[in-house]
């Protein structure tokens, strides 16, 4: 079973072990890849792109099912202003606490929503990305899953949904690790708010004062 949520920065030793997932993009360039789970909702989803085009950044948005049925308009201001979208299921279903045909059934309704905005971007419809909610898959739900989604893990986990963490810390966990290629993940939900709202705009003037680019998935 994959659980990767307890540390900050992602060992190479569980990485090695589901070689499939993408937990951190191989290259030297001074690129990030920030990710935002849980979204869209009005509450921050816009704070965070206002942000990002500040900084001319680009991102990607694991979008919940459910929450871009009912804010498809933020979901649309992220397409259009060129981030990618990943599937993160309908209803934020916890792999391991469900069968198969359950889980599966709740990712193929998320990708069936994502695919039925008519836009018209270079960006749209992006490739199948896929982030299991929780960083929770079965083995099975893995090998079933690699073949259709490039599966994206991470680096970098912030920490920003934990309520026990404060903002600086969650500033300091992805000043700290992130390096060239680092896939680092925040979440655009109400629990984070707080959080992101103190710790993206650190991060992005500090990483593009060092002279890196972010770039989306
Ligand atoms: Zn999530």
Known sequence: MLDALLFTKTSPILASLYPDCLWKVNTKEK???LTFDDGPIPEITPFVLDELKKWKAKATFFCIGKNIEANPEIFKR???E????????????NGWKHTNLIYYKDIQKCARLISSFKIQHSAYPTPHLFRPPYGKLKISQYRALRSKYKIIMWDVLTFDFDLKKNAKSVLSAAVKHSAPGSVVVFHDSLKA???VEYALPKVLEHFTAKGFKFEKL
């Open 31 to 33: 690129n990030l890849y």
């Open 78 to 80: 992220i397409i259009r």
């Open 193 to 195: 708010k707080p959080k």
């Open 82 to 93: 060129g981030h990618s979208i990943g599937n993160h299921t309908y209803n934020h279903t």
